[in-house]
Antibody
């Protein structure tokens, strides 16, 4: 059974940093591109970042480019999102999502339950 | 920028059929695959349609997807509506710059 489980969310002050993790199981992790998608309170889904199956190619939304870094450790079946210079508008539930292929053709098939990030003083 | 536009809300009675549209702002919506996601309150999103019209295993055949190139839009159709179908539905696609776009979401009320 495919499972992705996020962790690492919490309360952080503006300008602070946080690292999210997503532990994957039930599939050959390195064969699939992965992504982070967020949903702010009362808002819709917003794509944040993606990474190819090998980890060699990364992609970012303009709203987080230069502040967030996506990475993966295929030996640990884990996806990461390092978030720096956090702003109030980054407050959201962050979802880890698996795609259908190794390359970056973002079609999401499995989603985690999400982890809440709150940026507030 | 490439954008996807959905109606804010739709409502229909149990047993009826409803169609949710997703209109592309530029280029051809048929150029890249469209997916549809369901998000019930308090739950994570789930995929109900991928690659325009394909259903993941476990999704009932009451759900179907289509593309209309003439109107540059995608559609999600749910037939035989059930109260459990009440949720927010999002379309999603991507563009040639590898950027991902979600529609704004459509709240489906089954009353």
């Amino acid at each position: 059974e495919v499972q992705v489980l996020e962790s690492g969310g919490g309360l952080v002050q503006p300008g602070g940093s946080l690292r999210l993790s997503c532990a994957a199981s039930g599939f050959t992790f390195s064969n699939y591109a992965m992504s982070w998608v967020r949903q702010a309170p009362g808002k819709g889904l917003e794509w944040v970042s993606g990474v190819s199956g090998s980890g060699g190619s990364t992609y970012y939304a303009d709203s987080v480019k230069g502040r967030f870094t996506i990475s993966r450790d295929n030996s640990k079946n884990t996806l990461y999102l390092q978030m720096n210079s956090l702003r109030a508008e980054d407050t959201a539930v962050y979802y880890c999502a698996k795609t259908l292929s190794s390359g970056w053709y973002p079609r999401f098939d499995y989603w985690g339950q999400g982890t809440l990030v709150t940026v507030s003083s | 920028n490439f954008m996807l536009t959905q109606p804010h809300s739709v409502s229909e009675s149990p047993g009826k059929t409803v169609t949710i549209s997703c209109t592309g702002s530029s280029g051809s919506i048929a150029s890249n695959y469209v997916q549809w996601y369901q998000r019930r309150p308090g739950s994570a999103p789930t995929t109900v349609i991928y690659e325009d019209d394909r259903r993941p295993s476990g999704v009932p055949d009451r759900f179907s997807g289509s593309i209309d190139s003439s109107s540059n839009s995608a559609s999600l159709t749910i037939s035989g509506l059930k109260t459990e179908d009440e949720a927010d539905y999002y379309c999603q696609s991507y563009d040639s710059s590898s950027s991902v776009e979600f529609g704004g979401g459509t709240k489906l009320t089954v009353l």
